[in-house]
C-alpha cells in the first residue's frame, strides 16, 4: 500500500484540494521521517517543526474553505518545500553552512521564500549546505555530511546536497536549491533527481543577497518532470530590484503545462569530451550520454556529436570571478578563523582579483554566451546540448575534501564537474534528468541546456524521456 511520501507533489496537492490529504497529517508523516532517517542523510541545518505544524493548520483550515466557496488553490498549496540554507527566512538560522554564521538569524525573508509562502508550502526546515555553497560536495563543520540515499557511503553532492538527500530519501516531497556552478544539477544526478538550473532573471536573487556576477539562481529539485515545473512557476517572476528578468512564458502558459506538451523534432548536440582541459570522463557518464543520445534519436530527434576544444580561459575566469564571491559573503568580525580551509583559500585568492581582472572575467562569460547564441544555437542551430552532468559516478563521502591542501581540493573539484559551470556562465537554462543507473545501483545524470529563455523546451523534452524510460519508481532501500 502507498504511503504518503509515495506520492509526487503534483498528487499530495490535489489530495489537499479534494480533501483526501489534509495537510497536518502530511506534515506529521514528513516530520517523522525526518526524525528517523535525518541523522543518516544529513539532510538539514535546522528543522522547523512549529513553523510547519502552524503552516499546516492554516493550510488545512484555508483549503477547508476553499473548497466550500468553490475557490482555486495554488498549485502546491499545503505541501512542505524546504528552503536551502544559502537563503534566509525570517526569524529562522541561517548558517549558509559556517560556524562563523551558527547563530545568524535574519529578520527578512528573500524573495523566494515569499514566493513560496504565498504558493502557500510549508516550511520543514533549512537543508544542508557546504560553507556559503563553494563546493561541490556538502560537508562543513556544523551537521553531518549530505549522504546519497542510493549509497550512504556516498556524498550527495553540493551545493545543494542536503536538498537532493531530502528529496530522493523521502523526506520531502521536493525542494528548493540553488546553482552557481552546478549546485541544482550535480546533487540531482548524484541522487537520482530531476533538477533545473532557470534561466538568468527567472528567479529573484533578492532583496539582499543578489549575486552580482549573475552565476547564481535558486531553482527546484524535484522526483518527476512536473513536479519540478510546478515549483518553478511558483518560484519564477520578477521582484522589485532584480537586475535580470528572463523572457516571460505568453498569457495564459505555465511551465507544468510544458510537461504535458509534446517538444516536436529537435536538433540536439550531444557532447561527451570535457571542454576543460585533462579532465576525463568517466566511462560510466560518457555511457549514460551515448545512451541518452540513442533515446533521443528513436524518439524522433535529430542527435549530432559535437567536440568543442577544450579551453582553460573560461575555467579562469570562473575562478577568479567565484573567489571574489567567496570573498564577499559577509563574515561577522572574529569569524575568518571559523572559517573552512578551501573558503578561507578562496577568499584569499578573491582578495588578490584586481577590479579590472574581475570585470574581464565577467566579460569573457558575455563573450561566451554570445558565441553559443550566434554560433552554436542561433534560430535554426542546435535546440538542445546533452552531455554529462559530471564526469564521475557518485564519490565517497570525504573523496574531494582536502584540507590540508584546498589548492588540490578545487582542482579535483573542477575535474569532477567540468561540464557545469559554463550554463552559469552564459545564463542559459540547464537541467539534470535521471536516466540512467551504473551497474553498482548508483544514479547518473545526463544533462540538458537550452537557448536562453527556452526552460520550455527542456521541460518538454524531459517530460518525453521520463515518459520513454519513467525513474521516479526507482526508489534506494532507505526510501
Known sequence: MAELHDLTALEQAEGIRSGDISPVELTEHYLTRIERLDDTLGAFLTRTPEIARKQASEAESEAAAARREGRELPPLYGVPVPVKDLNQVAGVRCTMGSRALAENVPVLDDHVVTKLRTGGTI????????????PCYTENDLAPPARTPWDPERSAGGSSGGAAAAVAGGLAPLAHASDGGGSIRIPASVCGLFG????????????????????????????????????????????????????????????????????????IACLTEAPVPGVEVHPDCRTATTDTAALLSGLGHEVEELALPADDGILTAFTRVWSVLAASRPVPPGGEELLMPLTRYLRSRGAEVSGTEFSRSLYAFRMLAQSLADGLMPPGGYDVILSPTVAAPPVAVGALRNDTDPQAEFAAIGAFTPFTAVYNATGQPAVSVPLQWNAEGLPIGVMLAGRYGDEATLIALSAQLEQARPWAGRKPAIW
Open 196 to 267: 533545473i538550473k532557470p534561466s538568468r532573471g527567472r528567479i529573484s536573487g533578492g532583496p539582499l543577497l543578489h549575486d552580482v556576477s549573475g552565476l547564481a539562481t535558486s531553482g527546484p529539485l524535484a522526483r518527476t518532470v512536473a513536479d519540478a515545473a510546478t515549483l518553478l512557476d511558483v518560484l519564477a517572476g520578477p521582484m522589485p530590484g532584480d537586475p535580470f528578468a528572463a523572457p516571460s512564458l505568453p498569457p495564459g502558459e505555465t511551465f507544468a503545462g510544458h510537461a504535458r506538451r509534446d517538444p516536436g523534432r529537435l536538433r
Open 123 to 134: 516550511l520543514l526546515g533549512k537543508t544542508n549546505t557546504p560553507e556559503f555553497g563553494l
